[in-house]
């Protein structure tokens, strides 16, 4: 900055200012009861908090303005352990700002840098310390350290590899083959074509195999299917998709094609799919094409038809990954 | 007495006490079977159906056409059934107040008898699913709880929320919340799938699981708050706020309490 | 002497022969802390992340970190006797069977999100204060660490009671893994010990949640203190305050009464909330399953804003020869945020090469004498907000009565139209504080007072401020921007000159100030 200009000049810490507290002894007395008024509220509030827990039942209930009908035990153990918290914090603030002396300190600041002599003794003890460990001039120890030491540390990474196993075509397979019935989930019943109506809609998961009673979360996750039936004139498909609809019923993987949410939010006016995650929109008359928002593909369309006792089946696999999208989806 | 006993082997009292046991024991089923929540006698279901057809010329005609044919602006009410007429109008969505995006849940126009009216005249016109009676509806003793809830995360939860408080759809329209709704409205709603909403059928939700889902429904209207108030049961969106305003508020304001200087 | 300082005495010499703990309590308890309510920030954050530890403690002595499916026989009635993971039943136990269960369960949440809020507030004070700048980047980066962690730590940490929402989470979480290009999948499934669910990833994230990342916090929670210690508190400027001293309170008595009352207040308003607000209630989500949703699921606030920027993405996602970039996932999910969390932990080194200013600061910055940093902090915040409300625009638009597809074409374009203006908003918003100040300082406080002169004129009269006033208004420095020539003294370029021209516009930018009064002008207004 340049020596001409000149500002204005710092006056300095301000005087101090004594409070009421330090002038007046009623008013110090006055604050100290105060304070111990504080602490004694806590105390209160911890006999309520352990009341509460021993002698309160969890089954009682009562009206609390603003809040409406509260569980007893709950809220008056809540408020008991709050207060008690609260009051103590409040009591040791009020003391330290009325009754403790309030003068302000003046301490400096030192600088951190090092004073040169130090700095330069640092590194004539660094560098004669370098020297001694020699690695400068041996090469070989430094070298071959530098291997010992980078493989041992890539050893424990190995050590996870049975973190999990490796997808194989995981990603490409569901439990939907040709024949497999839908059923209802949950109940687990087959479903007829005229079991629909025209605007319903049905959740679905693939039959059970013969000998399993049981689906693990895993097999849900890419199984789940949602059936809607519309009206045949309603969909805008080539043939092959029409194919796979049956008298107006069409089928779609539940799992969003985006990150795997739930879709089965079917707006039956506009015949479109919501998922409610990031609002991803599907038309279903046009083979679950994406109108709006962040997903990139239809849903994938399960093939359906109807077996010899009229429960409705699926023709084959899916013919592309459910879910999300993988590096190697389509290769 | 005599007159009786002299009377009792005439020919004609077999097939006349059959003719009366036959017409006694149809009119008791027919009675005893109705699926109508007020079983009208077939002159109060013609006056029903004329007092309806009045009153849909006077107040719905201008949008769904003189036959409720429907037209640009309202859908055609051919084969809705009572049902549908019963949902929409006893919850006084219909008629709508203005050309919004969807009707709404407001106070209803017309009175019971009315709504029964409107509901006879448009089953009249086309066979549609019928409004449940009080038989059908006691979800008291034919639901359960558990099973209902499943159900309802399962079926309901995407549009309506986890606690029924309704969600968002496309293009400004809204999933209502399903608290403070009469079982039979929720019924209904399953049955006809108004609007956006799509249709239950009972086959693939059968009326003992449509039933366990409103026990779930009444059951989730009247737990009382847990842990506190309640926030809207919509998620950590509001609690979200509360933190940035109440949390932080009080806190930062003690903070600066504590800071200032005493006087 | 009394029997109570004899006792006293002999304890600390008993300590002192042992540590030679004296000479360092000696110097340490006196040290002197500046005071001011927004240096209380980084408390409320620190006392939360004690509470936390406290209440997880508790929690997990019932909390049962398992995915294996049991039967719920608790006395919560509507979820009686349906299948679910023993660590959503236990979460049920803690919640129903266990007194206190809730309670804790609640201020744990609470906790979390306060500790969140409180270090999001800290790091803003510290940003438009300028307080990152020499000796104390390496605070600031810990610092960014410390807000990062948090934000998996909460995620992990809600995730764990494997209910419908966080199950939810989890699902997205891993459709960003598998969306990582070449490793992807194979990432999926070693994290989850195979397809999604499966069994291994709740005991999992507990260990991270419990141990790893506290362990981390410990660690990194005491250097950050160690340096605020050893460098001594930043202050803002005001009279008898220079950057060679610190004014303030002496840590005993005063500071130690008010910084451990304030770790009992903060307790005591978490405790509060935790009392009268419902907050994760799980019974009503329900156990996960991937074939349930429900509407309006959102993750926790701290993550809102990830959530709104993976809404708003485009559907972009190119398949090159057969291979899937999900760039729709990764933008929004991963490289946005790497952007931005990196621009953050390196400002200080930006900020400072932009000025070439390499001299130590602990005199803070008041923000309107900062105009660039305070309007390129308003943008990075209406950024975030933007992203923020987008993550909720299924809530706003059910309550609002608006559309989310509207509230999604909003967001598309105000996120890249409106930060820019938040700038340049806050820019000329800050020039034109500088330049009240400076008219308060040459002409004294407006006081409302109008007087007649002899003349017939009316003049408002005006009061001089209060020398302690002037000195805080003209006290900060105004640098000129870097000079960098082009050419050196032989008509050579310099090399590298395009990165210097752009540091030039910069500096220039970086430097804009309505000039300060000096004495001389004080002078000239004298002679009116």
């Known amino acids: 900055m340049s020596k001409e200009i000149q500002t204005i000049q710092d006056p300095g810490v301000p005087a101090h200012k004594l409070r009421q507290t330090d002038i007046d002894p009623k008013a110090a007395d006055r604050a100290e009861r105060q304070v111990a008024i504080m602490f004694l509220l806590s105390a209160l509030s911890t006999v309520l908090f352990i009341y509460s827990y021993f002698f309160i039942s969890t089954e009682t209930f009562i009206f609390i303005p603003l809040m409406g009908e509260q569980n007893a035990h709950q809220i008056f153990l809540g408020l008991g352990l709050a207060f008690s918290l609260l009051f103590i914090g409040l009591g040791a603030v009020h003391w330290a700002k009325t009754l403790m002396p309030d003068n302000e300190v003046i301490a400096h600041r030192h600088e951190f840098r090092s004073p040169d002599s130090d700095r330069d003794d640092f590194v004539k003890t660094a560098k004669e310390g370098a020297a001694a460990a020699g690695l400068g001039r041996r090469s070989l120890i430094k070298r071959s350290m530098g291997l010992a030491l980078g493989l041992v540390g890539i050893s424990p990474i190995f050590l996870l590899r049975d973190l999990g196993p490796t997808p194989g075509d995981d990603f490409k397979k569901t439990s939907w083959k040709a024949g497999t019935r839908l059923v209802t989930d949950p109940g687990d019943r087959p479903i007829r074509a005229d079991d629909l109506e025209v605007g319903a809609v049905a959740q679905t998961l693939p039959e059970l195999p013969a000998g399993q009673d049981h689906r693990p979360l895993s097999d849900i996750g890419k199984d789940a299917v949602l059936l809607i039936r519309l009206r045949p004139e309603d969909f805008n498909l080539d043939p092959e998709r029409l194919s796979w609809t049956y008298q107006g019923i069409i089928a779609f993987s539940k799992i969003c094609s985006h990150m795997g949410c739930a879709v089965a939010l079917y707006e039956q006016q506009t015949k479109h799919l919501l998922c409610p995650c990031h609002q991803s929109t599907f038309d279903v008359t046009r083979a679950a094409k994406v109108i709006f928002g962040p997903a990139a593909r239809p849903l994938p369309q399960l093939a359906i038809t109807v077996d010899e006792e009229g429960c409705l089946v699926a023709q084959a696999p899916f013919n592309e990954p459910v879910g999300p999208s993988f590096w190697e989806r389509s290769a | 007495m005599k007159r009786l006993s002299r009377h009792r082997r005439h020919k004609a009292v077999a097939p006349l006490l059959l003719i009366f046991a036959l017409l006694g024991i149809g009119t008791t089923f027919q009675v005893a079977g109705a699926a109508t929540t007020s079983p009208m006698t077939a002159a109060e279901r013609t006056a029903a159906i004329a007092e309806g057809k009045e009153i849909f010329l006077r107040g719905c005609s201008s949008c769904h056409g003189l036959n409720a044919e429907g037209g640009s602006v309202a859908p055609s009410l051919i084969g809705v059934g009572a049902a549908s007429v019963d949902f929409q109008v006893a919850t006084g969505r219909m008629p709508m107040a203005d050309m919004s995006q969807q009707a709404m849940r407001k106070d209803p126009v017309y009175n019971d008898e009315e709504v029964a009216a409107l509901a006879a005249y448009v089953s009249s016109l086309a066979p549609g699913p019928e409004v449940p009676s009080e038989e059908m509806l006691n979800y008291e003793r034919d639901g359960e709880v558990a099973e209902g809830g499943e159900l309802f995360r399962t079926n309901c939860a995407m549009c309506h929320n986890f606690a029924g408080q309704g969600g968002a759809l496309t293009q400004g329209k809204y999933a209502p919340s399903v608290m403070g709704v009469e079982p039979v409205h929720i019924y209904e709603a399953l049955i006809t799938g108004p609007q956006s909403m799509p249709v239950f059928s009972d086959k693939t939700l059968t009326p003992k699981e449509k039933l366990s889902i409103i026990k779930w429904i009444k059951a989730a209207e009247k737990e009382p708050q847990l842990g506190g108030v309640a926030l809207g049961r919509v998620g950590p969106v509001t609690e979200g706020l509360l933190v940035w305003t109440l949390g932080l508020g009080l806190l930062i304001g003690i903070a600066v309490w504590l800071t200032a200087k005493a006087k | ?528």
């Open chain 3, 1 to 528: 002497m009394s029997a109570r300082e004899r006792i006293a005495g002999n304890v600390a010499n008993y300590v002192d022969e042992r540590t030679g703990a004296a000479a360092w309590m000696k110097k340490n308890l006196n040290k002197v802390f500046p005071d001011h309510w927004s240096f209380m920030l980084g408390e409320i954050a620190l006392y939360s992340f004690v509470i936390l530890l406290l209440s997880g403690t508790f929690l997990t002595f019932w909390f049962d970190p398992s995915m294996r499916e049991v039967v719920y026989e608790g006395s919560y009635e509507p979820l009686k006797g349906l299948e679910m993971s023993a660590a959503y039943a236990s979460t049920l136990d803690i919640s129903f069977e266990v007194r206190g269960g809730l309670l804790m369960r609640q201020i744990h949440h609470w906790a979390a999100l306060i500790f969140m809020a409180a270090i999001v507030v800290h790091l803003l004070r510290v940003f438009f204060t300028g307080a990152f700048r020499k000796p104390r980047e390496f605070n600031w980066i810990i610092g960014i660490g410390l807000l990062t962690l948090g934000i998996v730590e909460g995620f992990l940490g809600y995730s764990l009671p494997d209910d419908l929402l966080s199950g939810t989470g989890i699902r997205i979480a891993e459709a960003i893994i598998q969306a990582f290009p070449l490793v992807g999948s194979y990432l999926a499934y070693f994290a989850f010990g195979g397809a999604f669910p499966g069994e291994a990833f709740i005991p999992r994230i507990y260990t991270v949640h419990i141990l790893l990342l506290p362990g981390i916090f410990l660690a990194l929670i005491t250097v950050h203190l160690m340096l605020v210690w050893y460098q001594k508190h930043t202050q803002y400027p005001g009279p008898g305050r220079t950057e060679k001293n610190v004014v303030g309170y002496p840590l005993l008595p005063i500071y130690m009464a008010k910084a451990g009352g304030f770790f009992f207040i903060v307790f005591g308003v978490t405790a509060l909330l935790g009392a009268v607000a419902s907050i994760n209630p799980i019974w009503l989500y329900g156990p996960y399953t991937p074939g349930q949703i429900s509407a309006g699921s959102q993750p926790d606030w701290y993550m809102g804003w990830l959530d709104g920027l993976v809404r708003m993405a485009p559907p972009i996602e190119p398949v090159i020869f057969g291979y899937t970039l999900s760039l729709n996932i990764l933008i929004p999910g991963l490289i946005i945020p790497g952007i931005l969390f990196t621009g953050m932990a390196l400002y200080p080194f930006i900020e400072q090469w932009i000025t070439g200013d390499t001299r130590e600061h602990h005199l803070l910055d008041r923000p309107r004498n900062a105009p660039n940093r305070t309007a390129l902090g308003a943008m990075a915040l209406t950024f975030m907000l933007i992203a923020l409300i987008n993550g909720g625009n299924d809530i706003i638009a059910t309550n609002f009565h608006l559309s989310i597809n509207q509230i999604m074409w909003f967001s598309r374009i105000g996120i890249i139209v409106l930060p820019p203006i938040a700038f340049v908003v806050t820019k000329r918003l800050c020039l034109s504080l500088q330049r009240a100040d400076r008219e308060l300082v040459l002409h004294g406080r407006e006081t409302g007072r109008l007087v007649m002169m002899p003349s017939g004129e009316f003049v408002e009269v005006h009061e001089p401020i209060s020398p302690e006033k002037a000195w805080l208004l003209t006290q900060h420095e105004q640098n000129a921007p870097l000079e960098l020539e082009e050419k050196d003294a032989r008509g050579v370029r310099r090399p590298g000159l395009l990165k210097s021209k752009l540091r030039k516009r910069f500096a220039v930018a970086h430097a804009e100030q309505v000039p300060k009064p000096t004495v001389e002008d004080l002078k000239e207004i004298e002679h009116h």
